[in-house]
């Protein structure tokens, strides 16, 4: 493994010589719109496994994406390289179909010291609810990104985290919300905390990954999504306070061509979408 390498993968040419948040935010960027969120390894009959070779080689050498535990933990290991002042953390992720959030800790993300200032990178959640800058671990305070208006929220050392929507412009559709996405406390973690996790994610028929194939890549001024055979394009801003979201449902012969086209993936073992309504949202 190594950071050329890596680099190479996410195209980031720019300087590694600071430990800054200018830095830190290229390199993230780079990552975001190389490397896809995805679970498709569920739905071709393989195992993901969280061996930090493994997931190198997958995201950066067979240029395949990965689910959280697989695209932070290769972040956290790269900004360490570097000489960041790292950690990992744990969090429960908020289901709205339930109204709740979950009851297992299943979201690995990175905390990262510049300065004395504390920021979160978090590269493995896909859709509109992915982050396009590290976020200040401050309290109470509105961070605008292209993606929307995040902010974090502390109560009783649990930090929660929440994203103001636009606007979306979408076919007899047109509706803003704010999400809750996702509740933490501050513990550092390691990756050995999320193996049970990641095991259930994959096997359990109540887990949202195998109720869905999953594949969403951040471009530069939106993000595109395939889950099951429906590809979504959406594009920030698109008018004042509005995206706009464009929907296809491809044929069965599509999805492999669209997910070399639009996504760079290309799989060894045959995929077999899937998509139960009512659980996953853009």
């Not at 995805?38 to 009959?45: A, D, K, V």
């Not at 290991?77 to 297992?104: E, R």
């Not at 395939?226 to 296809?248: A, H, P, R």
């Amino acid at each position: 493994m190594n950071l050329e390498e890596y680099f190479a993968r996410t195209g980031y040419k720019g300087s590694l010589e600071k430990q800054d948040l200018e830095t830190l935010t290229d390199i993230f960027q780079h990552h975001i719109r190389a490397v896809p969120f995805e679970n498709l390894s569920i739905h071709c009959g393989e195992k993901i496994t969280l061996e930090l070779e493994h997931v190198y080689n997958k995201i950066v050498r067979k240029k395949r994406g990965g689910w959280c535990m697989e695209n932070n933990q290769l972040l956290g290991w790269v900004l360490k390289c570097l000489g960041y002042d790292t950690s990992f953390l744990g969090a429960y992720v908020f289901h709205p179909h339930q109204n709740a959030y979950a009851t297992i800790m299943t979201h690995l993300l990175v905390k990262v010291v510049i300065d004395g200032k504390a920021y979160i990178v978090d590269g493995g959640f896909g859709v509109s609810y992915q982050m396009w800058q590290p976020m200040e671990l401050v309290s109470g305070k509105e961070q605008p990104q292209a993606p929307g208006v995040f902010r974090f929220t502390e109560k009783n050392a649990i930090w929660y985290l929440e994203k103001m929507r636009r606007k979306q412009y979408i076919p007899n559709q047109n509706f803003s919300s704010c999400d809750l996405l996702e509740k933490k406390d501050l513990e550092p973690r390691t990756v050995e905390d999320f193996r049970s996790q990641c095991t259930y994610l994959q096997t359990s028929p109540e887990s949202l990954f195998t109720k869905k194939s999953i594949c969403t890549l951040q471009t530069t001024d939106g993000f595109r999504a395939l889950i099951g055979w429906t590809l979504s394009e959406t594009t920030y801003n698109y008018k004042e306070n509005m995206d706009l979201v464009e929907f296809v449902t491809l044929e069965d012969e599509e999805v492999e061509k669209t997910l070399k086209e639009k996504f760079n993936i290309t799989l060894d073992r045959k995929l077999v979408p899937i998509n139960v309504k009512g659980f996953y949202t853009i």
